[in-house]
């Protein structure tokens, strides 16, 4: 079964988005909305013509009001700090997508986001963005660089001593390949050079299977290559089980 937690910050958020007033009666005759202003209880008489919308939005804003009640009063008494700071992480970050749902994961998002909230041209970068945490070695992302006779660059990432990693990753597209190449040709231009303060990382390729294979020991092996790791740290990563 789904985590209460979630099931509460999805009704949580669910409530947020109904109409932010409450209604009052008076006299048995007249309806009001109650609502904050300025920091101000108001009180705003309901016109005739807009009774019947404005209850409807309301009760259905009651009902799920009476769902999340029924829901936390689930939660046992020793399991309530935990729930609630669960429940606080899922409103501050968002709920975790249902991969069976196509309502989530179809969506017009272009690009990969990294734990930051930035955006990643491509998973494997997410991954080398995640290597370079875990290994405590600082990077800047595609930083803007301006190249006499080239224009604009966008490395892919910037290491300690200005070292540029580029990974190249669909070199078996021809106008990849080209673009890259220009790259590379731009790199030279700046006195960037392979193997010096140029580190390339690239992809194996099935070509029978149309897919793409990386392997994180060769990104290791090239931090060490590098100087930006410790050999010593590389081989508690790189240690067998």
């Known amino acids: 079964m789904e985590d209460i937690a979630v ?14 007033y409450c209604i009052s009666r008076k006299k048995h005759k007249y309806y009001y909305k109650q609502y904050m202003k300025n920091n101000k209880r108001v009180q705003e008489r309901i016109p005739p013509d807009e009774l019947e919308q404005t209850l409807k939005a309301y009760q259905q804003k009651k009902e799920l009001k009476a769902q999340l009640h029924t829901l936390k009063s689930q939660v046992e008494k020793e399991e309530r700090q935990a729930v609630r700071s669960r429940v606080q992480f899922f409103l501050d970050f968002g709920l975790p997508v249902d991969p069976t749902n196509n309502a989530e994961i179809y969506t017009e998002r272009k690009n990969n986001i990294y734990l930051d909230g930035t955006p990643r041209r491509s998973k494997t970068e997410i991954i080398i963005s995640l290597l370079l945490l875990l290994l405590n ?16 660059c966008l490395p892919d990432f910037v290491l300690p001593d200005m070292t540029v990693w ?7 597209n021809e106008q990849y390949r080209r673009d890259q190449e220009r790259k ?7 006195h960037y050079e392979k193997s010096t303060n140029l580190l390339l990382t690239g992809e194996q390729h099935n070509m029978d299977a ?21 050999v ?3 081989r508690k990563f790189l240690k067998k089980t």
């Not at 070695?137 to 604009?152: A, I, K, N, S």
């Not at 149309?210 to 410790?230: A, N, T």
């Open 232 to 234: 010593r740290k590389a």
């Open 184 to 190: 590379l040709e731009m790199y030279a231009q700046i």
């Open 137 to 152: 070695v600082p990077c800047q992302y595609e930083p803007c660089w301006e190249v006499p006779g080239y224009g604009f």
């Open 7 to 20: 099931r509460i910050a999805r009704l949580m958020l669910a409530i947020r988005q109904c109409v932010p």
């Open 210 to 230: 149309h897919s793409s294979y990386i392997d994180l020991r060769d990104f290791i092996k090239k931090l060490v290559e590098f100087k930006l790791i410790s």
């Open 166 to 172: 580029e990974h190249l990753g669909m070199m078996n």
